[in-house]
């Protein structure tokens, strides 16, 4: 694996941008900012970034499915978002963090199944690690329930199951990138996604603004002040696009680096940060929920 400083610097600064996403999660418990707000503000920054890059005389070459998928995506991340703050209740940032971040473990599956490729020997591994870290994160629950008796084996298992939820919640955008990345347009010789890039990406910002905000309105969920809802969805959207930005300049450095980097980084920036600045106790579990995660980044980018 070359290991290239500039490489580094860039894969370790998208991480931390990324995880300005969680950071602000935990921020939005004690000012009534939820998880859907904060997907709402994400995909506000992210259908003004793409817009400016869209080529708008090609909207109307892209199919109605590309749409439907869009809505999907949408829908998956308001389950997603919901099951987050609900396990936020329930528990510390860094589970959920994990949860959130190790999708890449459902592309691997998907990639198996719909399109035949391999599972190699540390992709097995890193399906196996990540199981691990959802094992160990459903311990990271609140010890005690509201009437102080301690959490039971039915509460784990509900807390490990949201997680699992969250986790598969959350890979269906990125199933769909990797869908599009490799679905020929018919008559040409070029990906939906290699011709549509900026369109598809406004697309999928769009469509979870729209809904993601369609629901949070209907839910009346009202934020502790307009201030708080401005400064913490802006936290959370400039964390989303300068983190993919930024892994965009990274296009010149092996795969493998650069990915396991910024998982490693992103994972672990929002979890210390909620261990040091949210109190967050480090428990045995939370030490294994952590190196199961990051061990999982690391296995699954090894060739």
Not at 38 to 61: H, P
Not at 121 to 132: E, P
Not at 205 to 218: D, F, P, Q, R, T
Request: glycine share 10%; net charge positive; proline share 3%.
């Amino acid at each position: 694996m070359e290991i290239s400083l500039m490489g580094f610097l860039l894969a370790a600064l998208s991480g931390l941008s990324l995880s300005l996403i969680g950071i602000a999660f935990k921020l939005g418990q004690s000012k009534n900012v939820v998880p859907l707000h904060i997907a709402t503000s994400i995909g506000i920054c992210g259908m003004i970034f793409f817009g400016i890059q869209a080529n708008w005389t090609l909207m109307k070459e892209i199919p109605l499915f590309i749409y439907g998928l869009a809505l999907i995506n949408a829908l998956g991340q308001i389950i997603a978002m919901e099951l987050t703050k609900a396990s936020l209740k329930r528990g510390p940032l860094s589970p959920v963090w994990c949860a959130l971040n190790l999708n890449f473990l459902v592309v691997i599956i998907y990639a198996a199944v719909v399109y035949n490729e391999t599972i190699h020997f540390f992709q097995i591994l890193a399906l196996v690690s990540g199981l691990l870290c959802v094992l160990a994160a459903s311990n990271l629950g609140n010890d005690e329930n509201e009437k102080g008796k301690k959490g039971s084996l039915k509460d784990k298992f509900l807390y490990g199951f949201m997680l699992i939820i969250i986790l598969f919640s959350n890979s269906i955008v990125f199933l769909t990138i990797r869908d599009l990345g490799s679905r020929m347009i018919p008559g040409e010789n070029a990906t939906y996604l290699g011709k549509y890039l900026p369109n598809i990406y406004f697309i999928l910002y769009a469509m979870m603004a729209i809904v993601c905000g369609a629901v949070v309105s209907l839910q009346k969920v009202k934020p502790e002040s307009t201030g708080s809802l401005i400064k913490l969805g802006l936290m959370g959207g400039v964390g989303s696009i300068a983190g993919l930005f930024l892994l965009s300049l990274c296009a010149r450095y092996p795969a493998a680096f650069v990915f396991t980097i910024n998982g490693m980084i992103t994972i672990l920036a929002g979890t210390l940060a909620s261990s040091f600045f949210f109190g967050e106790k480090r428990t045995l579990a939370w030490y294994l929920t952590i190196s199961f995660g990051i061990l999982a980044v690391i296995l699954a980018n090894l060739n």
